[in-house]
């Protein structure tokens, strides 16, 4: 038996969410191409201390806003009864902070295709 044509034609298209994750390196080597005036070096200090600054803002509880791009915050997860899997009894899992990411308006536009390629910060 065939599939129904919308899921055909879903699966004949190219979906961006099809591609492998990005790691560190990577946006490293990309943006040192990008960049060529920044040594490769700068562009990998520049991003790692990016991120730890990120995390520890975000470790002491602040929340941190990029506009057009989107805000990261802390949500807390209250305490809750989970199932160990292997003997399928109940535990207590204690309550804690998750982050979590709020996208913008202009990159949830450009995910859904609705932004201008060409506004990128070069």
Avoid at 12 to 39: C, G, N, V, W, Y
Avoid at 68 to 94: C, E, I
């Amino acid at each position: 038996m065939r599939a129904p044509a919308t899921v055909r034609v879903f699966l004949d298209r190219q979906s961006p969410f099809s591609k492998t994750a990005m790691t560190k390196s990577e946006l490293i080597e990309a943006l040192a191409q990008r960049q060529k005036h920044l040594a490769a070096n700068d562009v990998e200090l520049a991003v790692k201390s990016v991120l730890e600054q990120m995390s520890h803002s975000l470790s002491t509880g602040e929340r941190i806003e990029i506009r057009g791009f989107g805000s990261f915050s802390l949500h807390y997860r209250p305490p809750r009864m989970g199932r160990n899997p292997k003997t399928g009894d109940s535990v207590a899992l204690p309550g804690k902070h998750v982050p979590h990411f709020k996208p913008g308006k202009e990159l949830r536009e450009r995910v859904n295709g609705n932004g201008d390629a060409s506004s990128d910060a070069s």
